[in-house]
């Protein structure tokens, strides 16, 4: 008999959104790190990266692609996001009397430090598995504390007071619960997760310039050939796939929103050779650069 009751429990905080949100779409909330997510029907595979956050279904499907990973999540399932990633996400599931409904929580890293360090939690096994990206059923606990958070959008006058209580409230299940072996991994000091995220951190910042991995290595205070291991196993891709997918997704960012053609976008991300740009953005994307803008401006019509 297959177990349904984190369906059930997700049901209610679905309808609340549904009823707020009143049209499908992504909507931002007056909690700047929570946005909502409604489609009424599924959605081509979309490349973007994945950052550190709790991803929460509450209706319908979705199907994320991770290098040769495929991850399914539906509803009353919780994904927790630990390392910024690219991924291939795309709803499987959303009916307009059935819509996907999702809710987005951005952690913070330095609260999930502080937090793991307050409980006085465990130290992990050196042989425990970790996961950059893991997937569990959503339980009463967490369920409660998240409508009580996304219910501030009826009290503003409690907003200010409440949400960073409610925030450190979710670490906190978060820790505690089935996610915690992969999130108290991140906050281990030490670890070689805790070192991959500050390069991984800082290469979101500096992917235009010209970057060798011995000086990213350095970074990480690790041989080069033990960073590209660690790297590889945290992230699920090497060092050198993650910046020129970070590469590639900028300017497909700003072609896209600002309105560059396809040479001055590659310059801009740091690709010298405008043909090499063409190749791999049609390896990543599946069509040339021209071609996926007027796909993706169709889609938007």
Same mark, same amino acid.
């Given at each position: 008999?297959?177990d349904?009751?984190h ?8 309808q ?7 049209? &499908?779409? $992504? ?8 946005t ?6 599924? =959605?081509?595979?979309?490349h ?8 929460v279904?509450?209706?319908? &499907?979705?199907?994320l ?6 991850l399914?999540?539906? %509803? %009353? ?5 630990t390392? !910024? ?6 709803v ?7 819509p996907?409904?999702?809710m987005?929580?951005?952690? $913070?890293?330095?609260?999930?430090l502080?937090?793991a ?11 425990? =598995? ?5 997937i569990?059923?959503i339980?009463?606990?967490?369920? $409660?504390a ?12 409690l907003? !200010?007071?409440l ?12 820790l ?5 072996p992969?999130?108290r991994k991140?906050?281990s000091?030490?670890s070689?997760?805790?070192h ?5 951190s800082w290469?979101? =910042? ?6 060798q ?5 350095k ?6 050939? =033990?960073f590209?291991?660690?790297f ?6 090497s060092p ?9 997704q ?10 560059? !053609? &396809? %040479?001055q976008?590659?310059?801009?991300v ?6 090499q740009?063409?190749?791999e953005?049609s ?5 040339p650069?021209?071609k $996926? ?9």
């Amino acid at each position: 008999m297959i177990d349904t009751n984190h369906q059930e429990i997700a049901k209610p905080l679905a309808q609340k959104i549904m009823l707020f949100a009143n049209k &499908a779409g $992504d909507i931002t909330s007056h909690t700047p790190e929570l946005t909502l997510h409604i489609r009424n029907a599924p =959605t081509d595979p979309l490349h973007c990266i994945y950052t550190l956050s709790l991803a929460v279904v509450l209706q319908g &499907a979705k199907m994320l692609s991770v290098e040769n990973s495929v991850l399914p999540c539906s %509803g %009353g399932q919780t994904m927790l996001t630990t390392f !910024d990633l690219p991924v291939v996400s795309h709803v499987t599931e959303a009916t307009r009397h059935q819509p996907f409904v999702a809710m987005v929580l951005k952690l $913070d890293y330095n609260l999930i430090l502080q937090t793991a360090a307050e409980l006085k939690l465990p130290k992990q096994s050196r042989n425990e =598995t970790f996961a950059p990206i893991s997937i569990h059923n959503i339980d009463a606990g967490l369920t $409660d504390a998240l409508t009580r958070l996304f219910e501030l959008e009826y009290n503003p006058a409690l907003r !200010d007071g409440l949400q960073p209580l409610l925030m450190k409230e979710i670490v906190i299940r978060l820790l505690q619960g089935p996610h915690g072996p992969h999130l108290r991994k991140l906050a281990s000091e030490g670890s070689p997760s805790s070192h991959i995220v500050r390069v991984v951190s800082w290469l979101k =910042t500096n992917f235009m310039r010209p970057v060798q991995i011995d000086e990213l290595a350095k970074q990480a205070h690790m041989s080069s050939s =033990t960073f590209r291991q660690h790297f590889k196993t945290i992230t699920g891709t090497s060092p050198l796939q993650y910046l020129k997918t970070l590469r590639l997704q900028e300017a497909r960012d700003q072609m896209l929103i600002n309105g560059l !053609d &396809a %040479g001055q976008a590659s310059g801009v991300v740091g690709y010298e050779s405008p043909s090499q740009f063409s190749r791999e953005y049609s390896r990543l994307f599946g069509l040339p650069p021209q071609k $996926d803008m007027q796909r993706l401006r169709q889609q938007q019509l």
